[in-house]
């Protein structure tokens, strides 16, 4: 079955805490994206990458980092997460440039 | 920086009807894509339209773009229960690479 998974599903951590959600796609993409949602802001790129190594900054990339060493998965990685990071996470990946995106389940990050 | 925005921010409507939700945006686009939520899950593709088409229909969907306006409408007919969920239109600005913008997304509630 064509997918996107994250995980985890659910996390509470603490400030400053170190953390990784990871995401993998088995639908041999080129394009994944990480956007976070917040009540009433709609979805924000956080950092997208067009393939394996090429990745770039979308419109709220502070305090996140991306790697995209293989081509099925792109982990978002929270260095020193802060209160402001509390969000619903969603990885997405795409066939090209444009297209669908096909959206994992969703990763809610509580940061206290 | 946000370009999708929505209208109506939430609607309510009986079972039957029909309901329209618009989008506008900012810059020249490659194409423009409506997603639905369910609480809180993650965003199914409904349909794409390209920036040189003008309408575009799926079964109980239809699309319209006007690009010299910068708007979309989603109209959705003879709406069930089912279709009880959040919309949200996406864009791919010409800034290339693999940005996408959402917007704030219309509420949808359908009565029985």
């Known amino acids: 079955e064509a997918q996107v998974t994250q995980n985890p599903r659910y996390l509470i951590t603490v400030t400053g805490k170190k953390l990784t959600v990871t995401c993998s796609q088995n639908m041999n993409h080129e394009y994944m994206s990480w956007y976070r949602q917040d009540p009433g802001l709609g979805l924000r790129q956080i950092y997208y990458?067009?393939?394996?190594?090429?990745?770039d900054k979308g419109d709220v990339p502070e305090g996140y980092k991306v790697s995209r060493k293989e081509k099925r998965n792109f982990p978002l990685i929270l260095e020193s997460p802060s209160p402001n990071q509390t969000s619903l996470y969603f990885c997405?990946?795409?066939?090209?440039?444009?297209?669908?995106?096909?959206f994992g389940p969703g990763t809610r990050l509580t940061v206290t | 920086s946000q370009q999708g925005e929505e209208d109506p921010q939430a609607l309510s409507i009986q079972e039957g009807e029909n309901a329209t939700m618009n989008c506008s945006y900012k810059?020249?686009?490659?194409?423009l894509q409506w997603y639905r939520q369910n609480s809180g899950r993650g965003l199914v593709h409904l349909i794409l339209i390209r920036s040189n088409e003008r309408e575009k229909h799926s079964g109980r969907l239809r699309v319209t773009l006007d690009t010299s306006k910068k708007s979309s409408s989603l109209l959705i007919t003879a709406s069930r229960a089912a279709d009880t969920a959040s919309y949200f239109c996406a864009t791919d600005p010409y800034t290339g690479g693999f940005k996408t913008i959402f917007g704030a997304g219309t509420r949808l509630f359908v009565k029985a």
């Open positions: 810059t020249s686009i490659n194409n």
């Open positions: 997405a990946s795409s066939e090209r440039q444009g297209g669908e995106q096909y």
């Open positions: 990458s067009m393939n394996v190594e090429v990745t």
